[in-house]
C-alpha cells in the first residue's frame, strides 16, 4: 500500500515540475553564463544547453551558480539532477531549486 502511495506522489510531484517549468521557461531570464577558468579546483558550470532541448542531465558535482554579475553560489548536485530553462530551474527527486534574480534593490 505504501508503495502504491509513494509511486502516486512522486507521478504528481513529476506532473506539477512539468506544469511549472512550462508555465515559467519563458518569464525568467537565462542564469549567467560562468567562465570555467575562474573557478576553484572542484567546481562546476553548468553545461551548455543543446538547441532544441528543455533540459541538461548534470553529472553529481558542484556547481556555482550565477544570479547575475556580482553573486554567486555553489550547490552540491546528485547524480541524476536536471537542469531546465537555461539553469532557472534545477530538479533532482521531487526537489526544485529555483535560481533568478529578482532584481530587488
Do not use: W
Not at 62 to 91: M, W
Amino acid at each position: 500500500m505504501a508503495t502504491r502511495i509513494q509511486a502516486a506522489g512522486t507521478s504528481l510531484a513529476l506532473a506539477a515540475v512539468s506544469v511549472l517549468l512550462a508555465a515559467c521557461s519563458g518569464t525568467d531570464a537565462a542564469v549567467p553564463e560562468v567562465d570555467p577558468s575562474e573557478l576553484p579546483t572542484g567546481v562546476l558550470s553548468l553545461p551548455p544547453f543543446d538547441q532544441g532541448k528543455r533540459y541538461a542531465t548534470l553529472d553529481a558535482g558542484r556547481y556555482r551558480i550565477e544570479l547575475n554579475d556580482t553573486l554567486s553560489f555553489d550547490v552540491d548536485l546528485p547524480q541524476d539532477t536536471y537542469a531546465h530553462s537555461d539553469g532557472a530551474f534545477i530538479t533532482s527527486g521531487e526537489v526544485i531549486l529555483r535560481v533568478t534574480d529578482q532584481g530587488y534593490t
